[in-house]
């Protein structure tokens, strides 16, 4: 550590010709090429043939829609955009999910991709809108869906049933403003978000909703074997008889008026502005963190070299930095937000990790402080001893599970998330959980998404910063009492 300009400030320059930082670099940008041709794909959407056919209609693509429907220049936090990569499934899991400005508000939007399988919903598909719609509530987002679906896809098994329709209506019970805005056919469970949605608008000409959902039948296919088939079925077309509140022209006339819903709600953040404006970036260049995470789980390196370039003017105030060494906790800023750190160097906990990390837990709930999990998920070889019993970890599981300000997690390392994340993981439901290419560039298994999207290092300042400006949507409140710690 360096004292000057009376800040704390983390004195980590390395060396990046170091041999060991550059395997390390070659390995990332390995896996960032791969991660970056599932993206291609994903936003390749149903290839060539049904895009073309898509624009020769007059229609947007929902990247398009999405674009249109933000602020000028403003980012789109895209959640889980490779989902279904390496299933049976498009990538993509056939909609865009994330989170943008609309009319100065941060909003949760959600787009159908009709140019895959119509923009059929598969399980993907199911669990990335319900993550979403999650995001939306407990950080108290503004949600906005572009639909325009098909509804279940087959042969995927039963349809999703009704837990898209409950978790919109959900979100209208806690006052979370809702706009649907219906660009073409929607049926099945989709035709149910219009009706549910606070305010609707269908574009003319185009938007029709099924009324009752299809009856299959069975119909002998070219080898005399049956094949399923679907009856056609009466719909609503947009107009007087339609469910809409607002009747578009176009696809760009119903983005228009879904700004013109959002400008309306007198929308206001109830959690505190960043405390630095503007904050100023970090002293040390974000590319050195291609070199930070090895390609094997026994590649630990110290977390405080990645805390040196994702924080404030890289400020970081260790707490505890003699105590509990496997554990590194402490205080900065990120984007002019006040955040707490909890960084896992991968090694199992000893009561000393357990006792700081309780603590610390203890006074960002007591200061209303979001805390920032940063989870190194390697498996160092270790004998099993005392610092691994199960009974160190019980009192952290308590804290994290009973802290109620918001959390974000980090993953980092080569182990997949959803093997390795542990308290810090999907489970215990962190507002948000990112992770550094692994060894694929997956968003996990099927109906599962274990994080919220695989990022280039690189970006990892930006991602966590958009982060913390959403959950500030809602208010940041901490527990009174979190947990104690037992040895």
Same mark, same amino acid.
């Given at each position: ?7 704390? /400030? ?40 049904? !895009? ?49 400005? /609309? ?17 059929? !919903? ?21 949600? !906005? ?85 679907? %009856? ?25 008026? &879904?700004?013109?819903? /959002? ?11 960043? %405390? ?66 909890? &960084? ?7 009561? &000393? ?40 970890? &019980? ?9 109620? /300000? ?54 990892? %300042? ?26």
């Amino acid at each position: 550590m360096q004292r000057g300009e009376d800040v704390t /400030v983390l004195d980590t320059a390395i060396d990046p010709r170091t041999p060991a930082y550059l395997a390390n670099r070659s390995a990332m940008l390995e896996r960032l090429a791969e991660l970056e041709s599932a993206l291609e794909a994903a936003k390749a959407g149903g290839g060539e043939k049904w !895009v073309t056919r898509h624009h020769a209609r007059g229609k947007l693509l929902p990247r398009e829609r999405v674009e249109m429907l933000l602020d000028q220049d403003s980012p789109f936090l895209e959640l889980s955009p490779v989902a279904a990569w390496g299933s049976q499934f498009p990538v993509g899991a056939s909609v865009v999910t994330g989170i943008g400005v /609309v009319e100065g508000v941060e909003c949760v939007v959600i787009a159908n991709d009709p140019t895959v399988d119509s923009g059929a !919903v598969n399980p993907y598909t199911v669990e990335k809108i319900r993550r979403a719609a999650r995001i939306a509530a407990v950080n108290r987002l503004p949600l !906005v869906n572009l639909v325009e679906s098909t509804g279940a896809a087959a042969p995927t098994g039963p349809p999703p049933g009704g837990a898209i329709a409950r978790d919109l209506s959900q979100l209208t019970a806690d006052r979370v403003p809702t706009v649907c805005v219906v660009f073409g056919a929607t049926t099945g469970d989709a035709a149910y978000l219009p009706a549910l949605s606070d305010y609707t608008i269908m574009v003319r000409g185009h938007a029709k909703m099924l009324t009752i959902h299809p009856q299959p039948v069975r119909a002998a296919g070219a080898n005399g074997r049956p094949v399923p088939e679907v %009856r056609s079925a009466p719909t609503v077309p947009a107009g007087v008889t339609g469910p809409a509140d607002q009747l578009a022209e176009d696809e760009r006339d119903g983005l228009r008026l &879904a700004r013109q819903c /959002v400008r309306r709600f007198n929308w206001r953040k109830r959690g505190p502005h960043p %405390r630095t404006s503007p904050p100023p970036p970090p002293r040390y260049d974000a590319e050195d963190l291609l070199t930070m995470a090895g390609p094997d789980a026994q590649s630990v390196f110290d977390p405080r070299e990645v805390l040196a370039r994702v924080l404030d003017d890289s400020d970081f105030d260790e707490f505890k930095p003699a105590t509990g060494t496997g554990l590194v906790t402490g205080w900065g800023e990120l984007h002019g937000y006040p955040i707490g750190v909890v &960084a896992n160097l991968g090694n199992p906990f000893s009561p &000393a990790e357990t006792q700081k990390a309780v603590h610390f837990i203890q006074l960002a709930n007591a200061t209303s402080t979001t805390l920032l999990f940063v989870q190194y998920t390697g498996t160092p070889a270790a004998e099993p001893n005392e610092a691994a019993d199960v009974r160190h970890g &019980a009192p952290l599981v308590h804290a994290v599970a009973k802290s109620t /300000v918001p959390h974000l997690t980090l993953m980092i390392g080569a182990a997949p998330p959803d093997e390795a994340g542990g308290i810090y993981g999907r489970a215990y439901e962190p507002r948000f959980l990112f992770s550094w290419p692994v060894e694929r560039p997956v968003d996990g298994p099927l109906g599962k998404l274990p994080d919220d999207g695989v990022i280039d290092p690189r970006d990892t %300042r930006t991602v966590l910063g958009l982060c913390l400006s959403a959950v500030h949507s809602a208010s940041v409140e901490g527990a009174e009492h979190v947990g104690v710690f037992r040895p």
